[in-house]
């Protein structure tokens, strides 16, 4: 079996958990709130928008031959954050109204930490796992959304052909970056992928619950 797929297997029960989250169950089957919708899409803006710098920090940090499609992936979120403006001005929700949850915060934090810290091929599992897990994610609530739902973009955004090329292509520099890694180092990776299959499931999670801090509620926040 491939290292990428590795990855999945050795959290098979948390990747399951991760697509079979009512957040996306409910969004295939009609069943989802518009209010539910909206928490995931305000807090997804602020995540993308935060989580930029991680992906600077692997076009810096990564061997030569990720400079260019890495670099091109970071001039997309430039698009992927027009997309989400444009969804919000169509749903008649406000972004940048709202502070980043805990959940949010946690995440970013984590993979700041993990780009600027660990080794590269651990922050490289990490983007790996971020990307799939959105691939899959997206594809879940493809097989029951209609393709008139203003939501349907996004499932085009992450559920499409050129995503997947993408995530393939992440998945074979997952197996080089493996292969040139020691025993303890692909270890590494494997427990990066796992926390950040874990924070996925949170996300989804604080969708539906609400993106409060605990013992605050809304007046949480980042600062
Ligand atoms: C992604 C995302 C995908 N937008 N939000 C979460 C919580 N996880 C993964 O990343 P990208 O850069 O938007 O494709």
Same mark, same amino acid.
């Given at each position: ?108 934090? #984590?993979?700041?930490?993990? /780009?600027?810290?660990? @080794?590269?091929?651990? $922050?490289? &599992?990490?983007?790996? *796992?971020? %990307? +799939? ?32 090329? #993408?995530?393939?292509?992440? /998945?074979?520099?997952? @197996?080089?970056?493996? $292969?040139? &890694?020691?025993?303890? *180092?692909? %270890? +590494? ?35």
């Amino acid at each position: 079996m491939a290292f990428h797929d590795t990855l999945v297997e050795r959290h098979a029960g948390l990747w399951r958990r991760m697509l079979d989250h009512p957040f996306l169950l409910q969004a295939r089957d009609g069943a989802l709130t518009n209010e539910t919708f909206n928490t995931w899409l305000r807090q997804d803006y602020l995540f993308v928008e935060a989580a930029r710098p991680f992906l600077g920090c692997l076009v810096a940090r990564g061997p030569e031959r990720h400079r260019g499609p890495l670099g091109e992936a970071l001039a997309a979120l430039a698009d992927e954050l027009e997309l989400f403006r444009e969804r919000a001005r169509a749903l008649g929700v406000e972004l940048g109204g709202e502070k980043p949850g805990l959940v949010n915060h946690a995440y970013v934090q #984590f993979l700041l930490a993990t /780009g600027f810290r660990a @080794d590269y091929a651990e $922050a490289f &599992a990490v983007y790996y *796992g971020a %990307e +799939r897990a959105y691939h899959e994610s997206w594809q879940v609530v493809r097989e029951g959304l209609d393709p008139e739902s203003p939501w349907q973009p996004f499932v085009e955004n992450w559920a499409g052909d050129e995503f997947a090329s #993408f995530v393939a292509f992440l /998945g074979e520099e997952v @197996d080089r970056l493996a $292969a040139d &890694a020691s025993a303890e *180092g692909r %270890e +590494r990776m494997v427990r990066a992928f796992g926390t950040t299959v874990k924070y996925e499931i949170a996300f989804w999670e604080m969708a539906l619950r609400g993106p409060g801090w605990f013992g605050i509620g809304a007046l949480g926040g980042d600062g």
